[in-house]
T-cell receptor, first 114, second 110 residues
Framework: GAGVSQSPRYKVAKRGQDVALRCDPISGHVSLFWYQQALGQGPEFLTYFQNEAQLDKSGLPSDRFFAERPEGSVSTLKIQRTQQEDSAVYLC????????????FGNGTRLTVT | DAKTTQPNSMESNEEEPVHLPCNHSTISGTDYIHWYRQLPSQGPEYVIHGLTSNVNNRMASLAIAEDRKSSTLILHRATLRDAAVYYCIQSSGGYQKVTFGTGTKLQVIP
């Protein structure tokens, strides 16, 4: 079956532009996570959804970052007024349920802010 | 956030076993130990997880110390496709939040 799909694969934005990154999780997966990965670093947690509820947004670096999952399936990570330090790979992962179900990751969106 | 300690890099010869160590000295009774790996330009891939007992699956084995303060991921026969960054993670919280560190970069030598 299809895995986690993220789009676009690459995004170049001018500083100050808004961007929206999409994640299509595996069908039926309850939990959805967003991570940010800088070059040469491990992924950093951003936020967690259980169905449509955003239960943890402690990793969002500023109020310019906003995530939603309105129908408990597709999720969008929005970054307003992008800055150069936002350049990174943004990874989405889903799992069957909360708890210890393995995370299934997409291949990420590489965002470059110029 | 829960922290683990891993060597930055390791080397292995192809077709030989690999033992990747991890320290998680702050682990509590309900925290699970997970291993993921990440190949270049891909998202992380689940390898294995465990709580107290040793675990085996088709990819690897996980040996957990009796005091649970350390664990070892065992790849029984390394192949070139196993070259990746391996992350050892101590999940925590009600939904077992997965927090990555910097991982161990495994190089497999033909």
């Amino acid at each position: 079956g299809a895995g986690v799909s993220q789009s676009p694969r690459y995004k170049v934005a001018k500083r100050g532009q808004d961007v929206a990154l999409r994640c299509d999780p595996i069908s039926g997966h309850v939990s959805l996570f967003w991570y940010q990965q800088a070059l040469g670093q491990g992924p950093e947690f951003l936020t967690y959804f259980q169905n449509e509820a955003q239960l943890d947004k402690s990793g969002l670096p500023s109020d310019r970052f906003f995530a939603e999952r309105p129908e408990g399936s597709v999720s969008t990570l929005k970054i307003q007024r992008t800055q150069q330090e936002d350049s990174a790979v943004y990874l989405c992962a889903s799992s069957y349920q909360h708890g210890i179900s393995p995370l299934h990751f997409g291949n990420g969106t590489r965002l470059t802010v110029t | 956030d829960a922290k683990t300690t891993q060597p930055n890099s390791m080397e292995s010869n192809e077709e030989e076993p690999v033992h990747l160590p991890c320290n998680h000295s702050t682990i509590s009774g309900t925290d699970y130990i997970h291993w993921y790996r990440q190949l270049p330009s891909q998202g992380p891939e689940y390898v294995i997880h465990g709580l107290t007992s040793n675990v085996n699956n088709r990819m690897a084995s996980l040996a957990i110390a009796e005091d649970r303060k350390s664990s070892t991921l065992i790849l029984h026969r390394a192949t070139l496709r196993d070259a990746a960054v391996y992350y050892c993670i101590q999940s925590s919280g009600g939904y077992q939040k997965v927090t990555f560190g910097t991982g161990t970069k495994l190089q497999v030598i033909p």
